[in-house]
């Protein structure tokens, strides 16, 4: 996988960070990691820093002035990504709740059965999670069903933060125009991706919930999800 990125956004990711990045390298010797790290008041960051000399040439990092979303600092890596070679670019969470085994799942879904945009989906296959209380496996079970029921998309997971691209979906995508910021990200991009009729693939996955660190969810980003996808349609509508 000469030509993949895996890019991951991080805000006070200090426990998790040099393992996640050790596991996604342990995937291939040819994976290269840009993390987004938005100022970390715990000083992830500098840890990533630390590691750049051993990963020379293979792990970059992007640093923000702030805390500015997660739909902004996938932009940003976005952006950064289609400045060089890379043809497989991934969205991958710090945390673990996204296993780096499922990585090569995930580019051989794009790679050898030709998807343009492969999602690691934990509802494909009945409901996959682990360790999410029941009120909040709810919650985004339904989350996706209304997103499907508003948008018309046959996705089964479209809140999903676990994606391979092709290089051409983000290319054809108007990066500049992506509205949402937190969670509704995930589902614009993947509604971006619908409306230009790319081929996209849900891969099964297992989501483990994180055991280090802290859930960056609020009820502005579920909000955010819920009023955001009426607006996203209403919008495409008129857009035709």
């Keep these: 996988m000469p030509d993949t990125v895996v890019i991951i956004p991080t805000y006070n990711e200090i426990e998790n960070i040099e393992a996640i990045i050790r596991a996604v390298f342990s995937q291939s010797d040819h994976l290269h990691i840009l993390i987004v790290d938005d100022n970390s008041p715990d000083l992830t960051g500098l840890k990533v820093k630390a590691l750049q000399d051993e990963f020379s040439g293979k792990l970059f990092l992007e640093t923000r002035q702030?805390?500015?979303?997660?739909?902004?600092?996938?932009?940003h890596g976005f952006k950064w990504c289609l400045k060089r070679s890379y043809q497989y670019i991934f969205e991958m969470d710090a945390d673990f709740s996204h296993n780096p085994n499922d990585i090569i799942k995930l580019y051989n879904a794009c790679h050898i059965d030709g998807a343009h945009l492969s999602i690691g989906s934990r509802y494909i296959t009945g409901v996959n999670v682990v360790?999410?209380?029941?009120?909040?496996?709810?919650?985004?079970y339904l989350a996706s069903k209304y997103v499907r029921l508003i948008t018309g998309m046959n996705i089964q997971d479209t809140t999903a933060g676990f994606?391979?691209?092709?290089?051409?979906?983000?290319e054809t995508i108007d990066l500049n125009k992506i509205k949402f910021i937190g969670y509704a990200f995930q589902i614009e991009m993947k509604f971006k991706a619908y409306l230009k009729q790319f081929k996209i693939t849900e891969v099964p996955v297992i989501f483990t919930d994180r055991t280090r660190g802290e859930s960056k969810l609020s009820s502005s980003i579920i909000s955010e999800a819920i009023f955001g996808v009426i607006s996203m349609k209403l919008k495409s509508l008129f857009e035709k």
């Design 66 to 75: 702030e805390k500015s979303g997660l739909g902004t600092a996938y932009i």
């Design 131 to 140: 360790n999410w209380p029941m009120s909040r496996v709810l919650m985004s």
């Design 163 to 170: 994606v391979c691209y092709k290089r051409e979906v983000l």
